[in-house]
């Protein structure tokens, strides 16, 4: 049974750091990608970052160049530091995993589209304070 388990969520001042991390079982981790979502109450879900088991990564517009995923395969995990972090980053993080066929070509760009996940984590809140 896949599996994600988060952790790494809390609150800090803006323009502060923190890391979210994932541990990912029970599925081909080998041919797949892993992202991150979030939502703020009454706001729609935001695929903010992904990466694929290849390496390559995806970001949101409103993240890049502040927050950067990264994963390591030995540990199944992935990982997002979030920096300069702002108000608006307030929301409860969900990691996401998305399973590829054996023919099918990796990318980080469905770990950013809910429709295509295969699973989810439990969330883990951020809160940013001004």
């Known amino acids: 049974q896949a599996q994600l388990l988060e952790s790494g969520g809390g609150s800090v001042q803006a323009g502060g750091s923190l890391r979210l991390s994932c541990a990912a079982s029970?599925?081909?981790?080998?041919?797949?990608?892993m992202g991150w979502f979030r939502q703020a109450p009454g706001k729609e879900r935001e695929g903010v970052a992904g990466?694929?088991?290849?390496?390559?990564?995806s970001y949101a517009d409103s993240v890049e160049g502040r927050f950067t995923i990264s994963q390591d395969n030995a540990k199944k995990t992935a990982y997002l530091q979030m920096n300069s972090l702002k108000p608006e980053d307030t929301a409860m993080y969900y990691c996401?995993?998305?399973?590829?066929?054996?023919?099918?070509?990796?990318?980080?760009?469905?770990?950013?589209?809910?429709?295509?996940?295969?699973?989810w984590g439990q969330g883990t809140q951020v809160t940013i304070s001004s």
């Open positions: 996401a995993a998305v399973s590829f066929a054996w023919w099918a070509t990796v990318s980080p760009a469905p770990c950013r589209q809910s429709k295509d996940v295969n699973y």
């Open positions: 990466i694929a088991s290849d390496g390559s990564t």
């Open positions: 029970g599925y081909r981790y080998s041919h797949s990608c």
